[in-house]
């Protein structure tokens, strides 16, 4: 536990280190007289799903910060005395998969800052697709890094800012980054709450209680603590929460909305509702649209745990095709597409799934999946139902076809990595060992969510970005990690 206090005012950045050795989930909490730390503590809970490979927490007591963060998943790294410590008024949370920076505790968030105005905790969840000059320019004028997050190059823009309060030196970061980013940020005595102007990554604000204000990537962890859900951050916004109440300001014009599609296809929780729209009824109507587009004759539907069965279930509703469990999945396995490495993606498969033979054993079977990203998983998948003795496999999937990375924080930053842009639909039928393969088409996927195309980021079906990505760009989560003679020139 760090108790922080900074000599050097306005130029110095600490990383929160401690003895307990990472979609990310942001959530925040102002509640005088609550224990925001243990609050905290159930908000990120609640959003593990969206990381987890660290998480931290920090809060302010009024006059100072107090942070720990550590590697692993929430229940890992805190513990009943963590919580204990961990006094105040306000508590930022945060849980983290890394897009920027590899999975080290240096990277760890909230990061704590210090601006001329006082002591700030930082907490981000997207990717700054300009991170590499702002660090380069940062360097050149001699700040040193911790770590190699691009949220440790916001929170030294905030901190070497000449504006008078924290407010103003929040705007002039907005002012100098460019990307998505949804930002928790506490002060001892304020929370904010800061989105992108093209809203790429989910914020939410929520009621707690009469006097408390709550923040979070997903509306799930606002009911967890029982907080009611007031709106949502809007593009370009930075709502303030103090004891005043709650205020917010337009910093950035918005753009055009493109909250990414796919944390309605996989990446949110189903209990979740961005845009006002359910997660869980938009996944069950890509299952409908689905087996409208691409019906299948078979015995039985089955979707892969867990984000595949509300497609399944909508995908059985309309084919009249029975749902069964085909699948028995390892709770305790992490989730293979965020996992951080290769290596752990192909290990995770036969750990994380059993087939049930007594379900699939001489059946016809449709398989529903949310997406197909590098493909390293759907082959053993469909392999080991074809060892628990499923006669055909006919797989479905609940999106178009994968082709391009994403920069606005998913881990996919290379096209080679995307089995789609190599491959056609039928080879990869063939490489994944189904008997037949269809994708939900584009149409049909914004039809399931119910709102326009014009309000979504789905550049990595169709190349489309809603943030210019500039040609010779080639972000490498490692990138802020490699020293500038080995980088070459761009």
């Excluded at 550590?70 to 919580?83: A, C, S, W, Y």
């Excluded at 001892?188 to 809203?199: E, F, H, M, S, V």
């Excluded at 006097?211 to 979070?216: L, Q, R």
């Excluded at 918005?254 to 929780?269: D, L, S």
Aim: net charge neutral; charged share 20%; hydrophobic share 40%.
């Amino acid at each position: 536990m760090r108790e922080f206090s900074c000599p050097d005012r306005g130029k110095c950045l600490l990383a929160c280190h401690h003895t307990w050795r990472d979609a990310c989930g942001v959530f925040g909490i102002y509640a005088p007289g609550q224990d925001v730390a243990r609050l905290a503590y159930f908000g990120i809970f609640a959003l593990q799903h969206r990381g987890q490979e660290s998480a931290g927490i920090a809060t302010g007591n009024g006059h100072t910060l107090q942070c720990k963060t550590g590697l692993g998943l929430v229940t890992q790294v805190f513990n009943e005395e963590d919580i204990a410590q961990l006094q105040g008024d306000v508590a930022l949370g945060h849980v983290r998969y890394s897009t920027t920076g590899s999975n080290v505790l240096a990277n760890a968030q909230p990061v704590i800052g210090e601006h001329r105005s006082g002591l700030f905790a930082l907490a981000h969840n997207g990717n700054l697709i300009n991170a590499r000059a702002l660090r380069d320019e940062l360097a050149a004028e001699g700040v040193q890094f911790e770590g190699s997050s691009d949220t440790e190059i916001m929170a030294h823009l905030i901190a070497r800012s000449s504006a008078d309060c924290i407010e103003e030196a929040v705007e002039d970061m907005m002012s100098q980054v460019k990307g998505a980013y949804s930002l928790g940020i506490i002060t001892p005595t304020k929370l904010l709450a800061i989105r992108d102007p093209n809203g790429v990554r989910p914020l939410a604000v929520g009621r707690f209680n009469s006097a408390g204000w709550v923040i979070a990537s997903e509306t799930c962890a606002l009911n967890t603590i029982n907080a009611s859900f007031v709106r949502e951050v809007e593009p370009g916004e930075m709502v303030i929460i103090d004891k005043k109440g709650m205020n917010a300001v337009q910093v950035l014009p918005p753009q055009r909305k493109a909250v990414c599609i796919f944390e309605f296809i996989y990446f949110a929780r189903p209990d979740s509702h961005i845009y006002g729209k359910s997660v869980y009824m938009s996944r069950v109507r890509m299952g409908h649209m689905l087996a409208q587009q691409a019906p299948a004759e078979a015995d039985l539907v089955i979707g892969i745990p867990e984000t595949g069965i509300p497609h399944a279930i909508g995908f059985a509703q309309v084919s009249k095709i029975p749902f069964g469990e085909g699948f028995i999945k390892n709770r305790y396995i992490h989730r293979t597409f965020i996992a951080p490495g290769q290596k752990l993606r192909d290990l995770g498969v036969r750990m994380k799934l059993r087939p049930l033979e007594e379900s699939v054993a001489g059946k016809r079977v449709v398989v529903v999946d949310d997406s197909i990203v590098r493909g390293t998983t759907t082959g053993p998948e469909i392999a080991l139902l074809r060892e628990a003795g499923a006669r055909e496999v006919h797989l479905r999937i609940s999106c178009p076809p994968i082709k391009w990375p994403c920069f606005y924080g998913i881990d996919t930053s290379t096209r080679s990595e995307l089995i789609a842009s190599r491959l056609t639909v039928e080879q990869i039928r063939q490489h994944v060992g189904a008997d037949t393969l269809a994708y939900l088409n584009m149409k049909n996927l914004v039809a399931a969510v119910g709102l326009p195309k014009s309000n979504f980021c789905t550049a990595c079906f169709d190349n489309d970005y809603p943030i210019p990505i500039p040609p010779d760009l080639r972000i490498s989560k490692f990138e802020l990690e490699a020293e500038p003679a080995a980088r070459g020139s761009k």
